[in-house]
C-alpha cells in the first residue's frame, strides 16, 4: 500500500521534512510520498480534510498552524496537555505532538539537563508551549518572553498549570543576565525568509546552553553569537529529526531510521545553500 504524507503550513518552502521522510521510506522499502503544502489559514480545515479523503496517511503541522488544527482531531497524550499539535494520524484523526519529544531529546544528546535549571523561552506559539511543557515535566523552571505582552502572559499562565513559570516583559530581559541556564528561541526569527535579528539582547548570551528551534539556516545570526561567546549551542535540526522520526513511528508503525533521516535533512540544508 502506498504510504501518503505530508507537511502543511505556510509557509513551507523552507522545510527540509521531505527529504528526510522520503529517505526514511526508501531506506525501510516503503512504496510512498511526503509532499509539502503551502495552507492559508482560512484553508486549514479544508486541507486536512481534503488530504483524509485523497488517501493520505498522515501530516506534520508546522506555523502557523499547530493550536488552530487540535480543534478538528481527537488529541493524544502531549497534544491532549497542551492543546498543540504537529503531527496528525489521519485514518482516525487523532492528533499528537512529537515536538515535546524532539525538544527534549535534543537537549538530552546535547549533554543539558534540565531538572531545577532556569530557562528562558523566547516565543509564545506552539513550539513554545510544547517545549516549555516538556522542561517543566523534568523540573525545569521556566521563564517566557514575547514581543507582544498579552501572548506571553497568556502562555505563561497555561504552563503554570504544569509547575514552575514565569512572565517577563522583554525589555527587561537584561535583568536576567547571570541568572539563566538555558535559552530557547522558538520564534520564527533568523528563519529563511523572516527577519534576521537576535531575539534576545547579546548580553544574555554568557555561560547559558542557547537552543535555537529555526533550522534553516542551521547557523542562525543567534547560534553565530552564541558560538562566538562561548556558549554551548544545541541545534534545530536536532529537534527536527527526532520528532519527525517518532512522528513517521506514528504513521508507519516501525522503528524509524533516525540516522538516515538526519543525513537527508542535513543534505537538504546543503543543497538550499
Known sequence: MLLLLGLIGHPVAHSVSPAMH???????????????FDVLPENLRDAVFGARALGFKGLNVTIPHKET??????LKEEAEAIKAVNTIKLDD????????????????????????????IVG?????????YGLIRVGAKLVVTNRTPSRGIELANFLRKFGPCTFIHFDKLHELRGR?????NATPLGMEGFEERLPVPPALLERVTVFDTVYNPMETLLIK???????????GIEMLVHQGAKSFEIWAGMEPPVEVMRDAALRALGSMR
Open 93 to 120: 484523526m487523532t492528533g499528537y505532538n512529537t515536538d515535546v519529544y524532539g525538544a527534549m531529546k535534543a537537549l538530552e544528546e546535547a549533554g543539558f539537563k534540565a531538572r531545577g535549571k532556569r530557562s528562558l
Open 180 to 184: 539563566i541556564n538555558l535559552i530557547i
Open 124 to 132: 509564545a506559539g506552539g513550539a513554545a508551549k510544547a517545549i516549555g
Open 22 to 36: 522520503q529517505a526514511a521510506m526508501k531506506e525501510l522499502g516503503i512504496e510512498g510520498a511526503y509532499l509539502a
Open 225 to 235: 553569537e552564541a558560538k562566538k561567546r562561548g556558549c554551548r549551542v544545541v541545534y
Open 69 to 74: 488544527v487540535a480543534r478538528y482531531l481527537r
